[in-house]
């Protein structure tokens, strides 16, 4: 399923994604998907990937770029939001509408969000500092606990 075909269950079409407001990361998204992911999908030498989700207080889909990593089947993500003392409102949206929509690379398909927690949390903290050594910095800049979010795929 693509981000440009509506259906049923939710997922936006053509028109209906808003990108990031941040301008360096519009321009990603922009690159990524003129591309289909060739362009975009490595970034600062780690991958990222593209998360559309609905907001959760708008209603509108929404779409961000991230740094990922892999569990298994999964995708894992990190709402640190650089360190700052609230989280990003992406993870927020998820939070109340963990529906959403992935690109890796060209690919596209529909994910069910959920925060990591214990033992699981700490070793995808680890595997995702491993990937992005900036993410132990970021929580030492913040009294929040910086959450990292499974995405599983779902059919």
């Known amino acids: 399923m693509s981000a440009n075909d509506s259906d049923t269950a939710g997922t936006p079409g053509p028109q209906e994604v808003i990108d990031s407001p941040s301008d360096w990361v519009a321009d990603h998204i922009r690159a990524y998907v003129e591309s289909d992911g060739e362009e975009g999908h490595e970034w600062q030498g780690v991958p990222t990937l593209l998360l559309?989700?609905?907001g959760r207080k708008s209603g509108l889909w929404r779409r961000t770029a991230l740094i990922y990593g892999r569990d298994g089947?999964?995708?894992?993500?990190?709402?640190?939001?650089?360190?700052?003392?609230?989280?990003?409102?992406?993870?927020l949206n998820?939070?109340?509408?963990?529906?959403?929509?992935?690109?890796?690379?060209p690919d596209r398909f529909r994910v069910r969000a959920r925060e990591a927690e214990g033992?699981?949390?700490a070793r995808m903290w680890e595997t995702m500092a491993a990937i992005w050594p900036d993410y132990n910095n970021y929580q030492t800049k913040t009294e929040r606990r910086i959450p990292v979010v499974v995405l599983d795929p779902i059919s």
Do not use: I, T
């Open 52 to 54: 559309s989700m609905k």
């Open 73 to 91: 089947d999964a995708y894992v993500v990190v709402a640190s939001k650089g360190g700052a003392a609230n989280h990003p409102l992406w993870f």
């Open 94 to 105: 998820l939070r109340d509408n963990p529906e959403a929509e992935v690109q890796v690379g």
């Open 119 to 121: 033992e699981e949390r």
